[in-house]
């Protein structure tokens, strides 16, 4: 880790947890819920859970209910009432109409089809037809470079303009996209620490870039390495996503300290969920976090 986000308390730290309806907790969700978890609990904050459930077609029924329930058999509770995104649609669309208000956004009838000869990236509308349900996209002007320090991946830049373009903020289908609402949200519920896997490193500079259009602070970065899959792939789109078994979490709590690089040693002898969680925060160093995409691979087969 280059940097330590928690190397001594931090007033009004504020993390977060916010995983998405589409399955069951598994181990790679549990080692950004345990991550994020260790970071606020050295810095003397509060962790919140929030339910990022705003893509209805990919939600599996009952998986956010099953997930809480996970996160409480591993003794990991947020500070404050769950927040669900499909309450707050109201916040969303005030962001946007401001946007709009002020030419930074721009209905836009370009489809998949269409952006194809680009790469996917927008940099002009380039539609074969009006839709009824256009989509909406930041206008993002030529040359804007992004750059932030993320407290275990280092320095990290992106050209927004080149790698991503004009980026969705309401889809076509009417769904609030990820970053808008991630955005919003992050600085309603005051968050100062972003803790998160790796995967969304490159989404970063895009929210930044909103968080200026939207005259909102820009919190802390820190991207958790990832676990990845026998295949390759990060766990929650692979085949080896298994889920956890609440009934047994020391085992995968032991996993995911591992694979947030700290020392097995320290947990060693603790009896229980609690006893291992208050071993965990006495012994925790930010510093040994591993920097890269993929966390080490497990001494023996999981």
Request: hydrophobic residues 45%; glycine residues 10%; positive net charge.
């Amino acid at each position: 880790m280059t940097a330590s986000p928690g190397n001594a308390p931090a007033p009004g730290y504020r993390g977060r947890f916010a995983p998405s309806p589409t399955g069951d907790l598994h181990l790679g969700s549990l080692l950004a819920a345990f991550g994020s978890w260790l970071l606020a609990r050295h810095a003397g904050g509060r962790w919140l859970v929030r339910i990022e459930d705003l893509d209805p077609p990919r939600e599996v029924a009952g998986a956010a209910e099953r997930q809480l329930r996970a996160l409480a058999a591993f003794g990991l509770r947020s500070d404050e009432p769950v927040v669900r995104q499909s309450g707050r649609d109201a916040l969303y669309r005030r962001a946007l109409e401001r946007l709009l208000d002020e030419g930074r956004a721009f209905h836009c009838h370009c489809s998949r089809t269409d952006l194809a000869a680009a790469g996917g990236v927008h940099r002009r509308c380039v539609a074969r037809a009006p839709r009824p349900d256009p989509a909406v996209r930041l206008r993002v002007e030529d040359g804007s470079l992004v750059a932030f320090d993320d407290a275990v991946q280092g320095r990290h830049g992106q050209d927004v303009a080149r790698a991503v373009g004009d980026f969705v903020l309401r889809r076509a289908d009417g769904y609030w996209a990820y970053q808008l609402a991630v955005v919003v949200d992050d600085a309603a519920q005051g968050i100062t620490d972003v803790v998160r896997g790796a995967d969304l490193l490159d989404s970063t500079p895009r929210q930044i870039l909103l968080q200026r259009a939207l005259g909102l602070p820009a919190p802390r970065y820190a991207h958790l390495p990832l676990v990845l899959g026998a295949d390759g792939r990060k766990l929650s789109k692979s085949e080896a996503a298994l889920a956890l078994d609440p009934q047994r979490p020391e085992p995968a709590l032991r996993e995911a300290w591992r694979r947030l690089g700290q020392d097995p040693a320290a947990l060693a002898g603790a009896a229980g969920v609690d006893a291992l969680l208050a071993r965990a925060r006495a012994a925790f160093d930010p510093a040994r976090i591993p920097a890269g995409v993929a966390a080490p691979a497990p001494a023996i087969a999981d």
